[in-house]
């Protein structure tokens, strides 16, 4: 029994890492924080009393992982990752640019699908999750506080309800509505919506098609003739931005 709930935690690393990823906007951190939840979640076995799901059970664990994770890096000073596009420095030249590099801990860093959406997600599951890992949508996150990243998370991304969050971080309905209801407001501001296939017309549809196609082409040339004219290039762990079709060629 014992082995068979061992391999039932083991399942859901993927899930665990992805959500890790959303709270702490980090692929080195949330794949540490998602192993340290299978280590407790492993240790406490005997204690799961199987009146929510593994999953669910997980998630809690994971959650509060990261909010201890969070409150010591305030303990320290605290830290917002970022992009280098939100930093309050004006994009650079190339030609003249400094390259300045900054540790890894201070970016937002992408995480790559295969390590944050599980293999057996539904499709419906899996464009959320996608939705759910886009490096503007974590880089709103940062502006949350760590209780409101979290409830806001539990909700939207995972579908559960206000009272099930409640009792995750143990606090009260009320509070976490409250939470609820200023990280929605901040990140309303924060985070641009993304464009689907379903928003596009046939001319924007050929766009995406021509820009993939000069991509996977290495084509430079024809890669930058398709930007917009205020198209925004970074390449952490490189503090310098870059901004216009010329500069990003360059």
């Known amino acids: 029994m014992e082995a068979a ?3 039932d935690i083991e399942a859901h690393r993927k899930a665990l890492t992805g959500h890790c990823y959303r709270m702490l906007g980090s692929v080195t951190e949330a794949e540490d924080a998602a192993q340290d939840t299978i280590i407790r979640a492993w240790r406490a076995l005997d204690r799961f009393d199987g009146r929510s799901s593994v999953r669910t059970w997980l998630y809690r664990i994971a959650t509060n992982v990261c909010i201890d994770r969070l409150a010591a890096e305030g303990r320290i000073g605290p830290r917002r990752r970022t992009r280098p596009v939100d930093e309050a420095v004006p994009s ?13 801990e201070f970016w937002i860093e992408p995480i790559p699908d295969d390590l944050a959406i599980p293999a057996d997600a539904n499709p419906v599951e899996t464009v959320t999750l996608r939705e759910s890992v886009r490096l503007a ?3 709103a996150l940062q502006h949350l506080p ?15 309800s206000a009272a099930e969050v409640a009792a995750s971080l143990d606090t009260s309905l009320a509070s976490v509505n409250s939470a609820l209801q200023r990280a929605r407001t901040t990140l309303a501001s924060r985070n641009p919506q993304p464009i689907t ?3 596009l017309g046939n001319k924007e549809e050929q766009l995406v098609r021509d820009y993939v196609a000069a991509f996977e082409s290495y084509d430079v040339d024809r890669l930058t003739s398709l930007l917009h004219h205020d198209a925004r290039f970074s390449m952490p762990p490189y503090a310098l931005w870059l901004q216009g079709p010329a500069a990003v060629r360059e």
């Open 92 to 104: 650079a030249e190339p030609s003249t640019a400094e390259l300045v590099q900054r540790p890894r």
């Open 137 to 139: 949508f974590v880089a």
């Open 197 to 199: 296939t379903a928003d």
């Open 146 to 160: 760590p209780k409101q990243r979290a409830a806001l998370l539990l909700v939207e991304v995972l579908g559960w």
């Open 5 to 7: 709930g061992v391999a």
